[in-house]
């Protein structure tokens, strides 16, 4: 079975700051890795997903995130934060056997300071 | 292009009431999805349609909730009776093709659910 963990709930960083979301996940088959963004009163918008390709994936926005498979980690970072990506985001993982069904961390909620 | 759209926005109902969501997916799109989001939670999976065939419902609490998808496009989520427990932001997904793993799923902005 394949699961999230999102370590923090809660992150605050100024403006400027490297941001730094951590993802950890559990699967028994190689997986596929999605973290994506959600403000208030929207629905989720992918940020960038891995798919077994290189294992440092860039996305939209600034973000990028690396898949280190001895770590079984897919943290997201920013290297300076805007006010703009004050948002939740959420990291997902879906396995081959399960086709394109997700399963979503908790999320953690990112908070920029001016 | 059109995203997937939801309607209502929001919905408040008293408990063992009746209610029902509305998602429209992408044009085009052979799989939808919905998901339940608890305040403070991930979104949970409820049910995954291809076309008009589910795939997988298996966290669908069946006592109370369900789903059709008529024609393979539109698709509705009832819930009956309603309990405190349900409130939530249910969300719908689309995706385009199945049979690629790791296909993106495109979200629509949700229906909030408040059930007193």
């Known amino acids: 079975a394949q699961s999230v963990t999102q370590l923090g709930s809660h992150v605050s960083v100024s403006e400027g700051a490297l941001v730094l979301l951590r993802c950890n996940y559990s699967s028994s088959v190689p997986p596929y890795l999605f973290w994506y963004v959600q403000y208030p009163n929207q629905g989720l918008q992918l940020l960038l997903k891995y798919t077994s390709a290189a294992t440092l994936v860039k996305g939209i926005n600034g973000f990028e995130a690396e898949f280190k498979k001895s770590e079984t980690s897919f943290h997201l970072t920013k290297p300076s934060a805007h006010m703009s990506d004050a948002a939740e985001y959420f990291c997902?993982?879906?396995?081959?056997?399960?086709?394109?069904?997700?399963?979503f961390g908790e999320g953690t909620q990112l908070t920029v300071n001016p | 292009e059109a995203g997937v759209a939801q309607s209502p926005r929001y919905k408040i109902i008293e408990k063992r009431q009746s209610v029902a969501f509305w998602c429209n997916p992408i044009?085009?799109?052979?799989?939808l999805y919905w998901y339940q989001q608890i305040l403070g939670q991930g979104p949970k999976l409820l049910i995954q349609?291809?076309?008009?065939?589910?795939?997988?419902d298996s966290q669908l609490p069946k006592d109370r909730f369900s789903a059709e998808r008529l024609k393979g496009v539109d698709s509705t989520l009832k819930i009956q009776p309603a309990k405190l427990e349900d409130s939530a932001v249910y969300l719908c997904?689309?995706?385009?093709?199945?049979?690629?793993?790791?296909?993106?799923?495109?979200f629509g902005p949700g229906t909030r659910l408040t059930v007193t």
């Open positions: 044009s085009g799109h052979a799989t």
């Open positions: 997902a993982v879906s396995e081959g056997s399960s086709g394109s069904r997700l399963t």
């Open positions: 349609f291809q076309n008009n065939g589910v795939v997988d």
């Open positions: 997904a689309s995706s385009l093709d199945p049979g690629t793993l790791g296909d993106e799923q495109y």
